[in-house]
């Protein structure tokens, strides 16, 4: 092993103490959130008042008629956007452990946080369809008239602009590992 080789693992080293308990609290977050987001989701749909609360408050329509069929159609419509936050939530998880691994600049972590990015990126955009097709699918039996559409919370930007951070991240993580690995070689 050459002197750059051990100066570069020797600062390698020092990086994963640095970010290690963030890592390891990332991979946490990572587990929690969707185990927290699945109770969130089910309790909202199963408590039919709380959701006419909801729905009278934010939109102003009264979904106070919607039957069970309409109600398992949400809940559905809710799940299948869980399965990508938890898809999601997996891409983080094996991002971390990568770089707890040592593969900060790995190109295989570059490639699972793009993934991370665009899966965020597309759970985003499911999120703010799937609204539509619940206020579709809960109004259903109002009028025409009273029907409402989806909506855009301001929330939704930021989470954007995150998960588009994470694909520019990653795509400049694997420039750089890609130009690690041309360095290394030549030495």
């Known amino acids: 092993m050459n002197l750059l080789s051990i100066s570069q693992n020797e600062r390698l080293r020092e990086l994963r103490g640095r970010i290690g308990w963030i890592c390891q609290t990332i991979r946490v977050f990572v587990i929690l959130f969707p185990l927290a987001d ?13 959701v006419e609360r909801h729905f009278r408050a ?23 956007v869980w ?32 993934r991370a990015g665009l899966l965020g990126l597309a759970t985003l955009l499911l999120e703010v369809a799937a609204r ?29 602009i995150f998960a588009l951070m994470l694909v520019a991240i990653a795509h400049i993580f694997k420039t750089a590992a890609d130009i690690a690995g041309e360095h290394a070689q030549f030495v």
Do not use: M
């Not at 934010?58 to 299948?80: K, P």
């Not at 579709?136 to 939704?156: C, K, M, T, V």
């Open 38 to 50: 699945l109770a969130t989701v089910i309790a909202f749909w199963i408590d039919h008042e709380a």
């Open 132 to 160: 539509s097709a619940i206020i579709f699918s809960l109004a259903a039996h109002l009028p025409l008239g009273q029907n409402q559409h989806g909506y855009i919370r301001l929330e939704d930007l930021l989470n954007v």
């Open 83 to 114: 399965l990508f936050v938890a898809a999601t939530c997996a891409c983080l998880w094996r991002v971390f452990t990568l770089y707890l691994n040592g593969g900060v600049f790995s190109v295989e972590a570059a490639k699972w946080l793009r």
């Open 58 to 80: 934010l939109l102003q329509i009264d979904v106070a008629g919607a039957s069970s069929e309409q109600y398992a159609v949400a809940l559905a419509v809710g799940l299948v």
